[in-house]
């Protein structure tokens, strides 16, 4: 099983492009989870989807917005990018609230 | 509100020494709690969790950890540490709606030869 995937790696962005990230998992979990992190701040939710059909703000979801395409997918736009929103992204996902979250590998993104 | 508190940022200890990051949390309830490592460059991945069972969780490589209610503590621990335990640790809670988690700013397990 490839777990939770990412699209794309690496990405550099000049300030007001705009760009999606792309999630997938196969573990047949409801829950999905976006979040980013930045040196000494540990990680931050930027949006969750509880199951399929829903989405929630996190604690910092201003200038992104969230999609849960189907129950594998769940992607993150950001409409007009900002030097803030520099950072490395997560995607992750749980079977049901459980709490045990699954990672994957996280998109370094850079806005210039 | 909930929150957790990771006491160290740095810890740096030999290769065969015991290993203890420290995690204080606040919550309002019996709080679910995790810690979770990251290798540099790598995805993050759970390393155990405490869920209201036994107050003494043991984890993946040799880590446990001790969930003290009424020092509000969730330490980190390994008798032995290994090279290969260099990494950055972080301790989170969460929150009641079940969804949502709170993670510690992490500490950084520097492992001397």
């Known amino acids: 099983n490839a777990g939770v995937t990412q699209t794309p790696k690496f990405q550099v962005l000049k300030t007001g492009q705009s760009m999606t990230l792309q999630c997938a998992q196969d573990?047949?979990?409801?829950?999905m989870y976006w979040y980013r992190q930045d040196p000494g701040m540990g990680l931050r939710l930027i949006y969750y989807s509880a199951s399929e059909g829903t989405t929630d703000k996190g604690e910092v979801p201003n200038g992104y917005n969230v999609s849960r395409l189907n129950k594998r997918e769940f992607s993150l736009r950001l409409e007009s990018a900002a030097p803030s929103q520099t950072s490395v992204y997560f995607c992750?996902?749980?079977?049901?609230?459980?709490?045990?979250?699954?990672f994957g590998p996280g998109t370094r993104l850079t806005v210039t | 509100a909930q929150s957790v508190t990771q006491l160290d940022s740095h810890v740096s200890v030999s290769e065969g020494t015991p290993v203890l990051l420290r995690c204080n949390y606040s919550s309002s309830y019996s709080p679910s709690l995790f810690w979770y490592v990251q290798h540099p460059n790598k995805g993050l991945q759970l390393l155990l969790k405490?869920?209201?069972?036994a107050t003494l969780v043991k984890g993946i490589n040799g880590f446990e950890a001790e969930f003290k209610k009424s020092e509000t503590s969730f330490h980190l621990t390994k008798p032995s540490a290994h090279m290969s335990d260099a990494a950055e640790y972080f301790c989170?809670?969460?929150?009641?709606?079940?969804?949502?988690?709170?993670w510690g700013a992490g500490t950084k397990l520097i492992i001397k030869p």
């Open positions: 992750a996902s749980s079977l049901n609230g459980a709490h045990e979250q699954y």
């Open positions: 989170v809670v969460s929150l009641d709606s079940n969804y949502q988690l709170i």
């Open positions: 573990m047949n979990h409801n829950s």
């Open positions: 405490y869920t209201s069972a």
